[in-house]
Nanobody
Framework: VQLQASGGGLVQAGDSLRLSCAASGRSFSRYGMGWFRQAPGEERDLVAAINWSGGSTRYADSVKGRFTISRDNAKNTVYLQMNSLKPEDTAVYYC??????????????????WGQGTQVTVSS
């Protein structure tokens, strides 16, 4: 599975962005998907995850109520809708795919495939 993330940019606090992650390869619907982010000097942390069907999601506490993860298996794409952005949301955002069975996967070590990252910068 190859992943291509897009949609990042420079926005002001309070603005919205939608990230997309297009997957190539077979059987996209078999994979749980996740969005992670990494700020300079920080570890890569889970932002949101979604199971293979889209019926179950998980969010970091810091983004609950502001971000929404979704997927369109017909388009082999996972999305991250980010509303009410804050300066502390500034980071490189990565999408990832996990073949691990079960609900939304929260551990980065359980993801086998990673996209190249897209920069999100939120100015105050």
């Amino acid at each position: 599975v190859q992943l291509q993330a897009s949609g990042g940019g420079l926005v002001q606090a309070g603005d919205s962005l939608r990230l997309s992650c297009a997957a190539s390869g077979r059987s996209f619907s078999r994979y749980g998907m996740g969005w992670f982010r990494q700020a300079p000097g920080e570890e890569r942390d889970l932002v949101a995850a979604i199971n293979w069907s889209g019926g179950s999601t998980r969010y970091a506490d810091s983004v609950k109520g502001r971000f929404t993860i979704s997927r369109d298996n017909a388009k082999n794409t996972v999305y991250l809708q980010m509303n009410s952005l804050k300066p502390e949301d500034t980071a490189v955002y990565y999408c990832a795919a996990s073949g691990r069975y079960g609900g939304p996967i929260s551990s980065a070590s359980d993801y086998e495939y990673w996209g190249q990252g897209t920069q999100v910068t939120v100015s105050s």
